[in-house]
């Protein structure tokens, strides 16, 4: 399963050796201001590139990635020296997506100008062949579109699935987008005092208001995830390298990050989720923090060893 998070670690890792190997001698402060890594991280992407290579995978083949004294060395890697060429199912793709962020309402100028450029690469005498199917748009859909452009507050009607709730709240809303066939609303819940995403086809009712506010300069992207609330039971977990695969698979907080472990803080509606977890993990994991967590670990514990007696 690929996550966000592996897709990011990815691209990062493919735009840093190129830069690296362009510019010898370049300094670690230098390529963690650029590419926005700790120490940490940039260690641990430079021991991930120094076990690759080309097939064979013997000394000869591998890369040579490490950090001396104050300086970040890539070597034997000049088929990552210049990005490679897009393929042309790879170009179309691209531009497909492009396609789809800019009728989801999410565009900016500079996608449209990369929009134009590509097609007439690609598509010089298509015109308007290529359409991009997306979830269908409905009132409301546009209407929270003309909040958001407008910056204007709205009341909604909002039922919560995961809480079985019916609330009424005012948002502010930034931007309202498409993903997985649903459409989504993110913005500033004044109810909660904190940026929230709503699904749209949850929302039974709307009421633009006659206030207005300024969206933040520094407002997160568009996207679907887990977001903490006050009522949420919190784990601080201890992980070795063994059950980092944690921090693909759930949202989490790292707090602290060495090379023999990383601390976590895993949130959730209730106890359930990361006990199991803890059950799962076994030895490679440790709860250091949540009497809720520990006392479900422990009856979940108790349960299983009533089934072997």
Not at 176 to 198: A, P
Not at 214 to 221: A, G, L, Q, T
């Amino acid at each position: 399963m690929t996550t966000n998070r592996t897709v990011s670690r990815l691209s990062r890792i493919l735009a840093l050796i190129p830069y690296v190997m362009a510019n010898p001698g370049v300094e670690v402060d230098e390529v963690m201001e650029r590419f926005g890594y700790t120490l940490n991280e940039l260690s641990r992407d430079l021991n991930a590139v120094f076990v690759c290579g080309l097939p064979g995978y013997g000394p000869g083949d591998l890369m040579e990635a490490y950090i001396d004294e104050d300086e970040v060395v890539i070597d034997s890697a000049d088929y990552f020296s210049r990005a490679p060429r897009l393929t042309s199912t790879e170009a179309l793709g691209l531009l497909s997506a492009a396609l789809a962020v800019a009728g989801s309402g999410q565009g900016t100028k500079a996608l449209d100008s990369a929009i134009k450029k590509l097609s007439a690469v690609l598509l010089p005498e298509a015109g308007d062949a290529l359409e991009i199917d997306l979830a269908a748009v409905s009132s409301e859909v546009s209407e929270l579109r003309e909040a958001a452009k407008e910056h204007q507050a709205v009341e909604i009607t909002y039922r919560s699935l995961s809480r079985e709730e019916t609330t009424k709240r005012v948002i502010e809303p930034w931007s309202v987008f498409t993903t997985l066939g649903n459409w989504y609303v993110m913005g500033h819940c004044r109810m909660v005092g904190d940026s929230r995403t709503f699904r749209i086809d949850r929302i039974k009712e709307i009421t633009r208001l006659d206030e207005r506010f300024k969206p933040p300069s520094n407002r997160p992207e568009p996207g679907v995830g887990y977001t903490p609330s006050d009522g949420d039971v919190s784990a601080i977990i201890e992980l070795s390298p063994r059950a980092l695969w944690v921090l693909e698979y759930y949202p989490v907080e790292i707090l602290k990050e060495t090379s023999r472990s990383t601390t976590i803080r895993f949130s959730s509606p209730d106890a359930e989720l990361p006990a199991r977890l803890l059950l799962r993990l076994g030895g490679t994991a440790k709860l250091k923090k949540g009497v809720d967590v520990a006392a479900r670990v422990e009856q979940l514990a108790n349960q299983l060893l009533e089934k072997y007696r």
